[in-house]
T-cell receptor, first 114, second 114 residues
């Protein structure tokens, strides 16, 4: 158990809908990352937050957004969902978000868009 | 560019050693990681190596890094059936605003036969 929690574990929804994925980092970690794992793209970095502020963006679609709250939990919002958004979404956390920091991953949320 | 390559499959007999190889392209990586993913599960951090080290040993795991050739390997001694999983190599890259992201390989599926 990494100490990173994610809810829900599974999510099934329809095209065009909007969902919210939630992540709580390890105790003491200030930085949160979101990654997407899909069959065709593999594991890709989406976005990073540090202490409530966006720190870096990766391959995140404009239909997707995220935020980190004062209690340091983070939410990833996916809207206007398409079939191709079906994937496993991971949250990771680290102490202060630098490249030298080890990232610990949560169990993931498996999203299926029908 | 940012690219991490791994062979897709490896099959070994129980008790043998397994060697999983990885190559990367970006020389600015700070740390290199090995993560393990079991079916339906999240990413479990196995071990990591700092980019200026050559070798790291951790119980049954040995990581070798050839920085000149940008080649990383993970050796699992006395491989057990419980080691069957997908193994991901990842490099940690600094990004703007003091952030850090992981670039993952495609994963190597290790199959251990009794």
């Amino acid at each position: 158990d990494s100490g990173v929690t994610q809810t829900p574990k599974h999510l099934i929804t329809a095209t065009g809908q909007r969902v919210t994925l939630r992540c709580s980092p390890r105790s003491g970690d200030l930085s949160v990352y979101w990654y997407q794992q899909s069959l065709d793209q593999g594991l890709q970095f989406l976005i990073q937050y540090y202490n409530g502020e966006e720190r870096a963006k990766g391959n995140i679609l404009e239909r997707f957004s995220a935020q980190q709250f004062p209690d340091l939990h983070s939410e990833l919002n996916l809207s206007s969902l398409e079939l191709g958004d079906s994937a496993l979404y991971f949250c990771a956390s680290s102490v202060d978000g630098g490249a030298q920091e080890t990232q610990y991953f949560g169990p993931g949320t498996r999203l299926l868009v029908l | 560019g940012e690219d991490v390559e791994q062979s897709l499959f490896l099959s070994v007999r129980e008790g043998d050693s397994s060697v999983i190889n990885c190559t990367y392209t970006d020389s600015s990586s700070t740390y290199l990681y090995w993560y393990k993913q079991e079916p339906g599960a999240g990413l479990q951090l196995l071990t990591y190596i700092f980019s200026n080290m050559d070798m790291k040993q951790d119980q049954r795991l040995t990581v070798l890094l050839n920085k000149k050739d940008k080649h990383l390997s993970l050796r699992i001694a006395d491989t057990q059936t419980g080691d069957s999983a997908i193994y991901f190599c990842a490099e940690s890259l600094p990004i703007y605003n003091q952030g850090g992201k992981l670039i993952f390989g495609q994963g190597t599926e290790l199959s251990v036969k009794p």
